[in-house]
């Protein structure tokens, strides 16, 4: 089936220092997935944090990156050095690429903890 | 910009009672959806809305009822609250697919518990 994994949190680290989280995933039943990370900041609700449709490609926003890699079915989030604002937790979500934002699925959700 | 607002933002409720769970949006958005979060796992749709009167069931359907009378609102009825039940209810939007797609906007949340 359809499915996404992720780095179970919570996730601590240090200001400045470098993060990765993983995020796998299975599309057996979509033909072209769409990757999505979302973010939610405390007090706030989700909101998505970047995206990529295109296997191969990378997206990025606000010091994060994440590149669509279709052979290791992965869209690992990394920044290269973490901010205390950064604290937060962060879902990957696997859409069908087709317009229906109905089917999206997501991972668990990551808390990541970034201490000053 | 817009925003999404959820009304009640805590619920308790008793075994047995229906609870209502109401979402407002001024984005315009054509599209509304209702998830469930429970602890340890992802999110699950529950119903969502792609216009005004339409109503679509998510995987998570049973146990609920929705309602979308305006563009702007989407409200969810848990029609019978069950014992021991807590879960947060999500409320968000989104605008037609193409270059959007998998772009949703979200409310806080509404934390449902049940005694």
């Known amino acids: 089936g359809d499915s996404v994994t992720q780095t179970e949190g919570p996730v601590t680290v240090s200001e400045s220092e470098s993060l990765i989280i993983n995020c796998t995933y299975s599309a057996t039943s979509i033909a072209y997935p769409n990757l999505f990370w979302y973010v939610r900041y405390p007090g706030e609700g989700l909101q998505l944090l970047l995206k990529v449709i295109t296997a191969g490609q990378k997206g990025s926003s606000r010091g994060f990156e994440a590149t669509y890699n279709k052979e290791t079915t992965s869209f690992h989030l990394q920044k290269a050095s973490v901010q205390e604002s950064d604290s937060a937790v962060y879902y990957c979500?696997?859409?069908?690429?087709?317009?229906?934002?109905?089917?999206?699925?997501w991972g668990l959700g990551t808390s990541l903890v970034v201490n000053p | 910009g817009g925003i999404i607002t959820q009304t009640p933002k805590f619920l308790i409720g008793q075994e047995g009672q229906k609870l209502t769970l109401k979402c407002q949006q001024n984005f315009n958005h054509d599209t509304m959806y209702w998830y469930r979060q429970d602890s340890g796992k992802g999110l699950r749709l529950i119903y969502y809305s792609i216009t005004e009167n339409d109503l679509q069931k998510g995987d998570l359907s049973e146990g609920y009822d929705a309602s979308r009378e305006k563009k702007s609102s989407f409200s969810l009825t848990v029609t019978s609250a069950q014992k021991n039940e807590m879960a947060v209810f999500l409320c968000a939007s989104s605008p037609l697919g193409g270059t959007n797609t998998g772009q949703l906007y979200f409310g806080e949340g509404s934390k449902l518990t049940v005694l």
């Open positions: 979500a696997l859409g069908s690429g087709v317009g229906d934002n109905s089917k999206l699925i």
